[in-house]
């Protein structure tokens, strides 16, 4: 069974620095990843889509990568801003379940 | 045009009213799903129709009904609510259903259901 592990759970920056998040997955059969935002009590907002054959993808200042041999994605957001305080989420569709399996999210706070 | 609208944004409701949440794409996606979140929980799937037909219901309660009249809508008709089934309801949409593979998944802002 899929199981989406999003280490940390929580995470405080000062602005400017540049971060990374972790996704883990236990089944490496999976179609893609996918990276969301949620902004408290909002729905989620698409970040980033990698298909199982990509390793990375870009926009702005997020770039996600996908390592499908290791079981790990993460989620590099460079030059933060307070703007990017959120929660992440990510999701891996696929896997034995065809279903989308989200983690549970990291809330990131980056200060001014 | 990349929305998923939902309506309402808000709904109180006691345990015996019936009322419907509804959802709307208008990105030619041909599957639509529901999910519930609770607080600081992540989603949880609800029900996934793919080209108007129900494709996978997970378990979820009677007192859920879901509806697609059209490839562009979606509902949901609540029925003898409990408290416990207060939460965050999110509607979705991608190119194709998520279990063939490539479909970027699109969510509305949420209706937030409170069951008195």
């Known amino acids: 069974k899929q199981e989406v592990t999003q280490i940390p759970a929580a995470l405080s920056v000062p602005e400017g620095e540049n971060l990374v998040l972790n996704c883990s997955f236990t089944?490496?059969?999976?179609?893609?990843l996918q990276w969301f935002r949620q902004d408290p009590g909002k729905g989620l907002t698409s970040l980033l889509l990698?298909?199982?054959?990509?390793r990375e993808q870009t926009s702005g200042r997020l770039n996600a990568s996908l390592d499908k041999s290791s079981g790990r994605s993460t989620l590099y957001i460079a030059a933060s801003q307070p703007g990017d305080s959120a929660t992440y989420l990510c999701?891996?569709?696929?896997?034995?379940?065809?279903?989308?399996?989200f983690g549970k999210g990291t809330k990131l706070s980056v200060k001014p | 045009d990349t929305e998923v609208t939902q309506t309402p944004k808000h709904l109180v409701m006691g345990m015996t009213n019936k009322k419907s949440l509804k959802c709307e794409q208008h990105?030619?996606?041909?599957?639509m799903y529901w999910y519930k979140q609770k607080a600081k929980k992540p989603p949880e799937l609800m029900f996934v129709?793919?080209?108007?037909?129900l494709s996978i219901n997970e378990s979820v309660p009677s007192r859920f009904s879901p509806e697609c009249p059209n490839s562009s809508l979606l509902n949901l008709h609540l029925h003898a609510l409990q408290p416990e089934d207060s939460a965050l309801y999110l509607c979705?949409?991608?190119?194709?259903?998520?279990?063939w593979g490539t479909g970027e998944l699109f969510f509305g802002e949420g209706s937030r259901l409170t069951v008195l």
């Open positions: 979705a949409s991608s190119q194709d259903e998520f279990a």
């Open positions: 089944d490496s059969a999976i179609y893609n």
């Open positions: 990698i298909q199982s054959s990509q």
């Open positions: 999701a891996a569709y696929g896997g034995s379940q065809g279903n989308l399996i």
């Open positions: 990105m030619g996606h041909r599957a």
């Open positions: 129709y793919s080209y108007e037909k």
